[in-house]
């Protein structure tokens, strides 16, 4: 059976992103190419030993951002708050050598304690990689090329938020996407960006409302066969929300939706996009076009199968939520039926990612659940990576990469 989910997903994969040929092997954004953490291409191992890592390093500052990848390079963000510097670095896949590192002013952003100035992950196509800086003051874009060279840079206004900031950037064929979600006691207004990847300069920019809460989640980007292309957002003031990514026109809206702060991100499968906010998941069905099927979701979960900072994942027909307090469940996409749930380890920040069929998502502590993407509860093995982590497993050509609060970690496939 998982083999069955596991062609699906593929096909699903190649059906329905936006992801060209080229970056299908690259691990360009938050949770691989087209957000949805799949990796059915290649292998990790489900049990390791401390041998079997082919290096580890230790990262300057602190920081949960997710590592992105191109080839044999591997480009990672981290922060030192006390000293107001940002790191964009670039390590050797294949050694753990530091090619290059770039630092950046970061200042002051009040934040929640959880939160910190390297918790976006980084983007990266064929020639550059792209950060965003959030700070009180200003929101800072940055492109640099593989090699370290400052391409571009361009500020806007800031966040004004008590948790800060936190959205990981998306890439289009011409544009960097990027957030910037207030709080609605804010002076400054909420808006969704999109710039220009050669230049940094404004392509459009869609003014949002604000809310109590300002949002976390990061868009994707997603197009059916024939279809016009869409930008998926989720947020407290508009719900969920499809874009054109070339004009930033509004192509479809469900704007009550989610009534509370959203931090995970949404994931798209099999004619379902699964969003969370504070205390429920909701999942809205979309037709081939990829517009909404009904004004109202097709069902929703309670909290005690509802993650508030893990993003969901989908494998097939099977919907697997990753819940804070480190509870799993197993759950048909299509009806929302539980099939199983179990907690395997302790309190989760870090969202899932599937790999041949199997799930991995590190736990706060730095363990990481091993878990067989299937309808039956199967545990493959925990195993402890000796650092705490609120980031995400990232896939490259030679393993598996870890990232902990301080350290940057490849297992061997």
């Known amino acids: 059976m998982p083999c069955l989910y596991l062609a699906f997903s593929f096909l699903l994969l190649i059906g329905s992103s936006s992801s060209s040929d080229k970056d299908i ?151 960097v996407i990027f957030t910037r979600e207030q709080e609605e006691s804010s002076s400054q207004k909420s808006s969704w960006v999109a710039v220009d990847k050669q230049t940094g300069k404004v392509g459009w920019e869609l003014k949002r409302e604000s809310a109590v809460g300002n949002s976390f989640s990061t868009p994707f980007l997603v197009q059916r066969k024939n279809q016009k292309a869409m930008l998926i957002f989720t947020s407290w003031s508009h719900g969920f929300t499809a874009v054109d990514p070339e004009t930033g026109e509004v192509l479809w809206e469900r704007k009550s939706l989610l009534h509370h702060r959203v931090v995970a991100s949404p994931i798209y499968a099999n004619g379902m996009i699964v969003a969370c906010r504070k205390g429920e998941a909701v999942v809205l069905e979309v037709d081939e076009s990829l517009y909404p099927v009904a004004d109202t979701a097709s069902y929703s979960l309670p909290p005690n199968l509802s993650p508030y900072v893990p993003t969901p994942i989908a494998v097939g027909e099977l919907l697997f939520m990753f819940l804070d307090n480190g509870s799993v469940a197993c759950l048909v996409l299509a009806t929302g039926e539980v099939l199983w749930k179990k907690r395997p380890a302790g309190p989760i920040y870090g969202s899932p990612i599937c790999v041949n069929g199997n799930l991995y998502c590190m736990t706060k502590a730095g363990k990481v659940i091993v878990l067989r993407a299937q309808s039956s509860y199967e545990l493959l093995g925990i195993h402890t990576l000796g650092d705490e982590s609120f980031s995400t497993p990232v896939m490259s050509n030679s393993g598996m990469v870890f990232r902990t609060f301080t350290r940057l970690m490849m297992l061997s496939s």
Do not use: C
């Not at 708050?81 to 790191?87: I, L, R």
């Not at 200042?107 to 959030?134: C, F, I, R």
């Open 25 to 175: 092997n690259q691990w360009t954004r938050f949770r691989g190419a087209d957000g949805q953490g799949i990796d059915a291409i290649r292998k990790a191992p489900t049990s390791w030993e401390e041998s079997d890592f082919r290096w580890k390093i230790s990262l300057p500052g602190t920081g949960h951002a997710s590592p992105v990848v191109w080839n044999d390079r591997i480009f990672v963000t981290s922060s030192d708050d006390e000293s107001d510097k940002g790191y964009v670095m670039a390590i050797d896949e294949q050694n753990g050598e530091l090619l290059w590192q770039k630092e950046f002013k970061v200042t002051d952003l009040k934040m929640h304690k959880d939160n910190n100035h390297a918790t976006p992950s980084p983007a990266v196509d064929e020639s550059q990689v792209y950060t965003v800086w959030y700070s009180k003051e200003l929101t800072r874009i940055a492109a640099l090329s593989h090699d370290g060279t400052l391409k571009w840079q361009a500020e806007f206004g800031g966040i004004e938020a008590r948790h800060g900031g936190g959205s990981s950037l998306v890439l289009t064929e011409r544009y």
